[in-house]
């Protein structure tokens, strides 16, 4: 027997169906952010290739705008598959956002350089982040909602955490492809001539590998009961949610600046400012990233405990007094193991946020419309804030003001701090709860 969304029918209240499901969404998600973020973690290889010149903090930071430019389409897939994910089910959206990702991870694969067909190439290179980034902001509402529907109520927070597992997975790939190619397979000069190529056709084929695998995804009761909602997925529908809107906004603020800090913007932060080398920077990165993805879910089993609301306030609260110490001690350090546990103590802080903060959203808001209000105001205060946080960044170090970033980003978290404090819990006010009754 075939169920109505194409997956083989099992019982979505087996303990082993759900991990199954679970799994298989959370492998794809891992796809999908290797894919996008494979160009962070090579980008000081081909920048030179799409921004020619004899400055290397201009090119990188050329190469970091089309970074942030790839986020401004995340609204836009955030309402395309919202729509989809909403008004046509949570499989078929999943299907189609990783499709586009292979598609953009292609494209970069095999575009030429500057030096072969000119300006074209970084506007070749800028619309395959553009596709990369739509179908980025398709897949984090799309497999947040998935992931907090398919868990079991009592632990959904620990189910949830694989969204950041396997985010961050993603990039903690991104990287050991880099340290394989940099100390195995390819020295400095073939990695700029033609090895950053390698780690996109191979993104490409995972994408495809993924592809096949959610086909056999099985639809969410919580999505089959909101079929009898007139608007699934509208705009219209989301205004009729504004508080839950504008608190997944100021939720995601601050958390979005101190995610990217430690992630893509670390690698080169190392490198311009604490004058570690590239392989010190990608040891450490990588080293750091395992650490943090390791935090998820003994967080994720600490909110189902405690409650989702005290772990966002301590995390506002220290990453409001600790980010400027952390960063400006990073800074000045030149050793490669002080940097390390210094990146590990910021990730205890950081992980507050990143382990929960997906089950927060979906819980906001009823099946209906959830994975529209998961993803969009999430998409766009990520566009504005998140993508530009590398590019924010090296433009106060251009100007000799590189800590004016580190309060900035402390700023930032004050701000939703407030929000965490005047947020009811959502383990206790759960619409997923809500519907699930309903069913």
């Known amino acids: 027997m075939m169920n109505d969304s194409g997956g083989a029918?099992?019982?979505?209240?087996?303990?082993?169906?759900?991990?199954?499901?679970?799994v298989v969404g959370s492998i794809g998600n891992l796809v999908e952010w290797y894919d996008f973020y494979v160009y962070s973690a090579f980008s000081l290889y081909f920048a030179e290739a799409f921004f020619p010149g004899d400055d290397p903090l201009a090119q990188m930071m050329s190469a970091s705008g089309v970074f942030a430019l790839g986020?401004?389409?995340?609204?836009?897939?955030?309402?395309?598959?919202?729509?989809?994910?909403?008004?046509?089910?949570r499989r078929k959206a999943l299907m189609l956002s990783v499709l586009l990702m292979c598609l953009g991870s292609l494209i970069v694969a095999l575009v030429p350089t500057y030096a072969t067909i000119g300006a074209a190439a970084p506007a070749i290179l800028l619309f395959?982040?553009?596709?990369?980034?739509?179908?980025?902001?398709?897949?984090?509402?799309?497999?947040?909602t998935y992931l907090a529907e398919m868990a079991h109520p009592e632990r959904r927070g620990f189910y949830s955490s694989f969204q950041y597992v396997t985010m961050i997975a993603g990039q903690l790939l991104a990287l050991c492809v880099l340290l394989l190619l940099q100390n195995v397979l390819l020295d400095a000069h073939a990695l700029r001539d033609w090895g950053w190529r390698i780690p996109f056709a191979?993104?490409?084929?995972?994408?495809?590998?993924?592809?096949?695998?959610?086909?056999d995804l099985v639809e969410t009761d919580a999505f089959k009961a909101s079929r009898a909602e007139k608007e699934r997925g509208s705009l219209h529908a989301l205004l009729a949610h504004k508080r839950e809107?504008?608190?997944?906004?100021?939720?995601?603020?601050?958390?979005?600046?101190?995610?990217?800090v430690y992630t893509t913007y670390m690698q080169k932060f190392l490198k311009l400012s604490a004058g570690l080398?590239?392989?010190?920077?990608?040891?450490?990165?990588?080293?750091?990233?395992?650490?943090?993805?390791?935090?998820?879910?003994?967080?994720?089993?600490m909110s189902d405990r405690i409650g989702r609301r005290p772990m966002l306030i301590a995390f506002g609260l220290l990453g409001t007094i600790l980010t400027t110490p952390l960063l400006t001690a990073i800074q000045n350090t030149r050793s490669a193991w002080a940097a390390f546990a210094l990146i590990c103590c910021a990730?205890?802080?950081?992980?507050?946020?990143?382990?929960?903060?997906?089950?927060?959203?979906?819980?906001?808001?009823?099946?209906a419309i959830r994975v529209t209000g998961v993803a969009l105001p999430y998409a766009a205060t990520v566009s504005l804030f998140g993508g530009s946080a590398e590019y924010v960044a090296l433009w106060?170090?251009?100007?000799?003001?590189?800590?004016?970033?580190?309060?900035?980003?402390?700023?930032?978290?004050?701000?939703?701090?407030?929000?965490?404090?005047?947020?009811?819990?959502?383990?206790?006010?759960?619409?997923?709860?809500?519907?699930?009754?309903?069913?």
Not at 9 to 22: D, H, N, P, T
């Open 9 to 22: 029918a099992v019982g979505l209240r087996s303990e082993a169906a759900r991990l199954r499901a679970i």
């Open 71 to 89: 986020f401004f389409m995340r609204p836009v897939g955030a309402y395309i598959f919202g729509r989809i994910g909403d008004g046509r089910g």
């Open 128 to 144: 395959a982040r553009l596709l990369q980034g739509a179908s980025l902001g398709g897949e984090y509402g799309s497999s947040a």
């Open 202 to 215: 191979f993104g490409a084929l995972l994408a495809v590998v993924a592809l096949v695998m959610r086909r």
């Open 245 to 260: 809107t504008a608190i997944v906004v100021g939720l995601t603020l601050g958390g979005t600046i101190a995610f990217y």
């Open 277 to 301: 080398s590239d392989a010190q920077t990608t040891w450490i990165s990588a080293g750091s990233l395992l650490f943090a993805l390791l935090l998820q879910p003994i967080y994720g089993v």
């Open 347 to 367: 990730w205890l802080i950081v992980a507050l946020y990143t382990s929960i903060n997906a089950v927060v959203k979906a819980e906001l808001f009823p099946a």
């Open 396 to 439: 106060f170090k251009a100007r000799g003001h590189e800590n004016w970033f580190y309060w900035y980003a402390s700023a930032a978290i004050f701000v939703s701090l407030i929000v965490y404090a005047t947020t009811p819990d959502t383990k206790k006010n759960s619409r997923i709860e809500q519907d699930e009754n309903i069913v």
